[in-house]
């Protein structure tokens, strides 16, 4: 009976230890099909920014005194990882609203596979946050002393299916793209500003808080796309439709209301207008125009 017991006691020590094995497997298999993805930033102030080489990752880690970076992706959760030197200032907002979630020590960070991490830079904190499934944006601006930086050791995304390289907030991709500066693209006289600034695609964007501006494309397709920034106080327009079809030209005005409430800074890259269905063979006419708020246009397809 004991020699029997022992047998048995052996055998579950065997089962027990290929249970274990089987479970590092299977972990390893889901490491490979759904890898933790280090993302790459856009960087605003890039000038502030400087590199840290670190032989294991290829986008290693930066640094900065006075710098902002925005970061636009499709997941359900994501971990930032950065130093907080004494002095320094870290303002986060997630989709244009701030965040006041605090950063943890990394060693209990939530979101991301620790030996991930290869930088060994030390004193990293986290930044962990759980969301809903969909396209985001984070920005982040950084304030510290000369002597101290703040280093971004980079960020983590879980449940990623889709990085969104321009488009964002849950648009549709256009399929030939052009910038607010296109020559196709004709602006009213007054009250624009062409601006240079990173966060929008193509570093540049078109902005009017002049009611009565107006900017007009001509194209034949089966739809438009306007993509811009969404301000803190949102946008009013107007856009006059007409349909050029070889007979009798049509025309249609309609009022937009683009608001999103709760915003602290703007939405880039966000979608102001969306229409599909037009008569691909038809010549249109879009003009528009501003009434209330602020035109911040970024790119059209």
């Given at each position: 009976m004991v020699h029997l017991l022992?047998?048995?006691?052996?055998?579950?020590?065997y089962w027990?230890?290929?249970?274990?094995?089987?479970?590092?497997?299977?972990?390893?298999?889901?490491?490979?099909?759904?890898?933790?993805?280090?993302?790459?930033?856009?960087?605003?102030?890039?000038?502030?920014?400087?590199?840290?080489?670190?032989?294991?990752?290829?986008?290693?880690?930066?640094?900065?005194?006075?710098?902002?970076?925005?970061?636009?992706?499709?997941?359900?959760?994501?971990s930032l990882h950065l130093t907080q030197p004494a002095g320094s200032s870290i303002s986060i907002w997630l989709d244009?609203?701030?965040?006041?979630?605090?950063?943890?020590?990394?060693?209990?960070?939530?979101?991301?596979?620790?030996?991930?991490?290869?930088?060994?830079?030390?004193?990293?904190?986290?930044?962990?946050?759980?969301?809903?499934?969909?396209?985001?944006?984070?920005?982040?601006?950084?304030?510290a002393s000369q002597t101290d930086p703040v280093i971004v050791d980079g960020v983590l995304l879980l449940n990623t299916t889709i990085f969104s390289e321009h488009y964002t907030l849950t648009s549709s991709a256009?399929?030939?793209?052009?910038?607010?500066?296109?020559?196709?693209?004709?602006?009213?006289?007054?009250?624009?500003?062409?601006?240079?600034?990173p966060f929008f695609a193509g570093e540049t964007s078109s902005i009017t808080s002049t009611p009565g501006a107006w900017f007009q494309l001509t194209f034949t397709g089966s739809g438009i796309w306007v993509y811009g920034a969404i301000p803190v106080e949102g946008t009013v327009f107007s856009v006059e439709v007409i349909k050029k079809d070889g007979r009798e030209d049509t025309r249609a005005i309609t009022t937009y209301n683009v608001t999103r409430p709760g915003l602290d800074i703007p939405l880039y890259q966000a979608p102001l207008l969306d229409q599909k269905g037009l008569a691909y063979a038809t010549a249109y006419v879009y003009k528009f125009t501003l009434l209330s708020g602020t035109f911040m246009i970024d790119f059209f397809g």
């Amino acid at each position: 009976m004991v020699h029997l017991l022992r047998q048995q006691q052996r055998w579950w020590w065997y089962w027990w230890i290929f249970a274990l094995w089987i479970d590092q497997c299977l972990g390893q298999m889901r490491a490979i099909l759904h890898p933790p993805t280090v993302v790459g930033i856009t960087f605003g102030r890039a000038g502030e920014w400087q590199e840290i080489s670190v032989p294991e990752r290829a986008d290693g880690p930066a640094s900065t005194t006075n710098g902002s970076f925005v970061l636009f992706f499709r997941a359900s959760a994501f971990s930032l990882h950065l130093t907080q030197p004494a002095g320094s200032s870290i303002s986060i907002w997630l989709d244009g609203k701030r965040s006041t979630t605090p950063f943890v020590p990394v060693i209990q960070s939530t979101n991301d596979t620790a030996a991930y991490w290869t930088s060994g830079l030390a004193n990293i904190s986290a930044l962990d946050v759980q969301t809903t499934f969909d396209d985001h944006q984070l920005v982040v601006d950084i304030s510290a002393s000369q002597t101290d930086p703040v280093i971004v050791d980079g960020v983590l995304l879980l449940n990623t299916t889709i990085f969104s390289e321009h488009y964002t907030l849950t648009s549709s991709a256009p399929g030939m793209l052009m910038d607010n500066d296109d020559e196709l693209v004709t602006y009213s006289d007054v009250g624009w500003q062409r601006q240079h600034d990173p966060f929008f695609a193509g570093e540049t964007s078109s902005i009017t808080s002049t009611p009565g501006a107006w900017f007009q494309l001509t194209f034949t397709g089966s739809g438009i796309w306007v993509y811009g920034a969404i301000p803190v106080e949102g946008t009013v327009f107007s856009v006059e439709v007409i349909k050029k079809d070889g007979r009798e030209d049509t025309r249609a005005i309609t009022t937009y209301n683009v608001t999103r409430p709760g915003l602290d800074i703007p939405l880039y890259q966000a979608p102001l207008l969306d229409q599909k269905g037009l008569a691909y063979a038809t010549a249109y006419v879009y003009k528009f125009t501003l009434l209330s708020g602020t035109f911040m246009i970024d790119f059209f397809g």
